[in-house]
């Protein structure tokens, strides 16, 4: 049976164990509404609300959200600037709310260029949802897949170097523990909203043998039910991980 020909399965079925979304189209957002991009932002942080909501809802057990890309540090300094002033607001409003609903927060990316307040923020929130059981939500700040690589092949040459890594025993399983997603199970589905089509440099390495899911839809405007369109998409594929077809 082919693809397109496989019955949609429910929900409860196929839901995807690790969900990771590229939030695009918040400038866009803002743009065609007369607004300044801060309110953009404004809008996104409030959409990633809704979606981990959902996502708990659905009963997605880890959601990757991808924040703030490396590559963002070259945005104007005032925008940079608004981005991680909403950060610090959120972070300090939302921790409660998550240990509440038993969300357990995780950041990946290179949080410590953000700042010592910032980053104390970001241990605080991460010390404090730790228990959550519920969802596992994972932020990627100042994030970029290639970096991430690079730096789990340095520290691969530094292990080699003093003697706790013999060359021929580096393999995928070994290399992925050195990576900021160790112990987290690679990402079944990737979404993308607004209407691109590309990765943006987000979990390279993990979304080797995930599925895709491109929805134009500008990422304020993202509601639980677009999250469900993109689970019954994911639901209605037939996964076969380089295994040919009969």
């Known amino acids: ?35 300044p991009r801060a309110l ?29 890309s490396s590559e963002n540090w070259r945005r104007p300094a005032d925008e940079v600037r608004d981005l991680t002033g909403l950060m610090r607001l959120y972070l300090r409003s939302e921790v409660k709310t998550l240990v509440k609903e038993g969300i357990r927060l995780r950041i990946i990316g290179e949080r410590e260029r953000f ?37 789990a092949a340095r520290a691969a040459m530094q292990q080699a170097l003093e003697g706790g890594l013999q060359p021929e025993a580096l393999d995928e399983a070994s290399f992925g523990r050195l990576l900021s997603t160790d112990g987290m199970p690679d990402p079944d589905l990737i979404i993308r909203t607004s209407g691109e089509q590309r990765l943006s440099n987000f979990l390279l390495w993990q979304s080797a043998y995930a599925e895709f899911v491109f929805q134009d839809v500008l990422w304020p405007d993202y ?21 040919r077809a009969a």
């Open 1 to 35: 049976m082919s693809a397109a020909a496989k019955p949609a399965a429910t929900l409860a079925d196929a839901v995807p164990v690790h969900v990771g979304i590229i939030m695009d189209g918040n400038g866009r957002w803002a743009a065609a509404r007369g607004l």
């Open 40 to 68: 953009g932002h404004k809008a996104g942080a409030e959409a990633a609300r809704r979606a981990i909501e959902a996502a708990a809802e659905a009963g997605i057990g880890w959601l990757t959200l991808f924040a703030f």
């Open 115 to 151: 700042g010592p307040d910032l980053v104390r923020a970001i241990d605080q929130a991460e010390a404090a949802t730790a228990e959550g059981r519920r969802l596992n939500l994972n932020v990627a700040l100042s994030y970029g897949g290639r970096a991430e690589i690079v730096a």
């Open 223 to 243: 509601e639980a039910r677009h999250l469900a369109e993109a689970i019954g998409e994911f639901a209605r594929r037939e996964r076969r991980y380089g295994v």
